[in-house]
């Protein structure tokens, strides 16, 4: 079976992925081959479609939207010979940004597209969680809670993209935490902690153009994890470790601790009495009372420019 060369997988609903930027982006991928573009229609959507796509001999399959589309068309990508290009259109675009890549699907795509033309690669490792991958971040507890907030309410998210997530995390703040033991890869002791966070690549997360840096020295992809854990969460504790990052990576920094911040790790473990809110790249998905994450032996093909290839 011959398909296209590039399949453009686009969120519908994404705050820069609507239908004039669409037909802009597929204009712009025709000079690397023939396009065809499919439009989601739910989360594991985006995953089939990749899957069909790369099945189908396409060269290049296009993420057009957020964190949550690069994840769907990643794992739908897996394994196959198709390599993958993210474009910025969602609300905080970690991955892209953490890339060095600019915050605007046109320039990425033309940044790409000429990549793909001159043949310049880049790999990019995958964590894994139970069934699922994850390219920037996974995580439980509060972090995750967060996100099914603002992920129960569309409405807030689109209209006022990352002011969301601090909405969320207000309301979050006045729900029930439960506490977690996490085991650093064979250590022999276990910590508590309230908030995960398992980092793929550098920076967290980013307030307005600011990133939030948790790894020394390693913005964008990162050799191993780098964890992020908060033994308890409180108003103080995330205004300190906010405040922080928006100064300096937070790993090798005294935080008097409010957190632990952990580099080069390649598995770790998490047991819970009840099951624990999980999120992977943005996205709210099943956790459960002992959760596995570490880093996946498969890994992506991606176009990037020589400069940050």
């Known amino acids: ?26 204009r712009i991928w025709w000079s690397v081959g023939a396009v065809e573009v499919h439009l989601t229609t739910g989360y594991k959507d985006g995953a089939r479609a990749a899957r069909a796509a790369a099945e189908a001999g396409a060269r290049v399959v296009v993420a057009l939207g957020g964190d949550g589309t690069f994840n769907s068309v990643a794992s739908g990508l897996i394994g196959t010979d198709a390599a993958f290009a ?49 390219l920037s971040n996974a995580g439980v507890g509060f972090d995750a809670q967060v996100v099914q907030m603002a992920e129960s309410h569309p409405t807030i998210k689109r209209l006022s993209g990352p002011g969301a997530y601090a909405w969320a995390t207000a309301r979050t703040l006045g729900l029930r935490r439960r506490s977690f033991s996490v085991t650093v890869e064979d250590a022999e002791e276990a910590f508590s902690a309230q908030f995960l966070s398992v980092q793929n690549v550098s920076p967290y997360t980013y307030v307005g153009r600011r990133a939030l840096e948790v790894a ?27 405040g922080g990052a928006l100064r300096h990576p937070l790993e090798g920094t005294r935080l008097g601790g409010e957190a632990a911040v952990l580099g080069n790790v390649a598995r770790v473990e998490v047991e819970a009495t009840a099951e624990l809110p999980l999120q992977v790249d943005g996205e709210p998905v099943v956790g459960g009372r002992a959760v596995r994450f570490e880093r ?12 940050l290839a």
């Open 216 to 242: 020394s020295g390693n913005h964008g992809i990162l050799p191993g994890f780098t964890l992020l854990a908060v033994p308890r969460v409180s108003l103080f504790s995330l205004a300190k470790l906010v």
């Open 1 to 26: 079976m011959t398909g296209p060369a590039v399949v453009i997988v686009a969120h519908p609903f994404a705050r820069g992925a609507h239908e004039g930027t669409r037909n802009q982006v597929v």
């Open 86 to 134: 993210p474009i910025p259109a969602g609300s905080t675009n970690v991955l892209t940004r953490a890339l060095g890549l600019p915050n605007d699907p046109l320039s990425v795509s033309r940044t790409l597209a000429a990549a793909a033309i001159n043949g310049v690669e880049a790999i990019l490792p995958v964590g894994r969680v139970g069934p699922h991958v994850f």
């Open 296 to 307: 996946a032996v498969e890994t992506l093909r991606l176009y990037l420019p020589a400069r």
